[in-house]
């Protein structure tokens, strides 16, 4: 079991390139745990797919066009596009044996207090069931829709305001509960290693 550190834009752009539709049953859940970053061949097409921002932003440290940073399990990635720049914080988990992704996030801050982006779980889940998520052992929160299933996974919309994020700042994992095609119930753990800092690099960045 490993987390792999996503590669930039790869979950927000998929959404962005028009492909999403409503979401179809599917099948096939793993376990996983931490790894290295794997830079994507897409990135360019993927950041020239992301929105262009509506105001201009400070250049990247060095005058560099594209920035990728690792924070334990987290990954903080920026492409500077003209005056502008997209900046976001991610994790992908894989399977250890096969090597195939089980769980990816990524996660843009529109504003200091608040995180939005986009959770992908593996085929195979009661789509009707929608996702739970908590952190730690805190109180659940209520369930989310799961929005589309692409080819790299189906697709759940997330955002944080800020108590949660405060909350997750200090927490050590945010469980992700499922349930599975053939009515069990499933879990996967989002390791929050390194989330603050790389929290902290990303709305630094994004300014």
Same mark, same amino acid.
């Given at each position: 079991?490993?987390?792999?550190?996503?590669?930039?834009?790869? @979950?927000?752009? *998929? @959404?962005?390139?028009? #492909?999403?539709?409503?979401?179809? !049953?599917? #099948?096939?859940?793993?376990?996983?745990?931490?790894?290295?970053?794997?830079?994507?061949? *897409?990135?360019?097409? *993927?950041?020239?797919?992301?929105?262009?921002?509506?105001?201009?932003?400070?250049?990247?440290?060095?005058?560099?066009?594209?920035?990728?940073? #690792?924070?334990?399990?987290?990954?903080?990635?920026?492409?500077?596009?003209?005056?502008?720049?997209?900046?976001?914080?991610?994790?992908?988990?894989?399977?250890?044996?096969?090597?195939?992704?089980?769980?990816?996030?990524? *996660?843009?801050?529109?504003?200091?207090?608040?995180?939005?982006?986009?959770?992908? @779980?593996?085929?195979?889940?009661? @789509?009707?069931?929608?996702?739970?998520?908590?952190?730690?052992?805190?109180?659940?929160?209520?369930?989310?829709?799961?929005?589309?299933?692409? !080819?790299?996974?189906?697709?759940?919309?997330?955002?944080?305001?800020?108590? #949660?994020?405060?909350?997750?700042?200090?927490?050590?994992?945010?469980?992700?509960?499922?349930?599975?095609?053939?009515?069990?119930?499933?879990?996967?753990?989002?390791?929050?290693?390194?989330?603050?800092?790389?929290?902290?690099?990303?709305?630094?960045?994004?300014?």
């Amino acid at each position: 079991m490993m987390t792999r550190l996503l590669s930039p834009w790869l @979950l927000l752009s *998929l @959404l962005a390139t028009g #492909t999403a539709a409503a979401a179809t !049953p599917a #099948t096939g859940v793993g376990a996983t745990a931490p790894s290295r970053p794997k830079e994507s061949r *897409l990135e360019l097409r *993927l950041a020239q797919a992301a929105p262009q921002p509506a105001a201009p932003a400070s250049s990247l440290p060095g005058g560099a066009s594209s920035l990728q940073e #690792t924070y334990q399990d987290w990954q903080v990635a920026c492409v500077q596009q003209g005056a502008g720049k997209h900046c976001a914080l991610s994790q992908q988990q894989s399977d250890s044996k096969s090597q195939q992704r089980v769980l990816s996030i990524e *996660l843009s801050m529109p504003r200091p207090d608040k995180a939005e982006g986009v959770l992908i @779980l593996p085929f195979g889940l009661a @789509l009707d069931k929608g996702v739970i998520l908590q952190v730690d052992d805190g109180a659940p929160a209520p369930a989310i829709r799961f929005r589309t299933c692409l !080819p790299v996974g189906c697709v759940v919309p997330i955002a944080f305001e800020a108590p #949660t994020l405060a909350a997750i700042r200090k927490a050590g994992v945010i469980k992700v509960k499922v349930v599975a095609d053939n009515g069990s119930d499933a879990a996967f753990s989002i390791s929050l290693k390194g989330f603050a800092g790389a929290l902290e690099r990303t709305v630094a960045l994004a300014r």
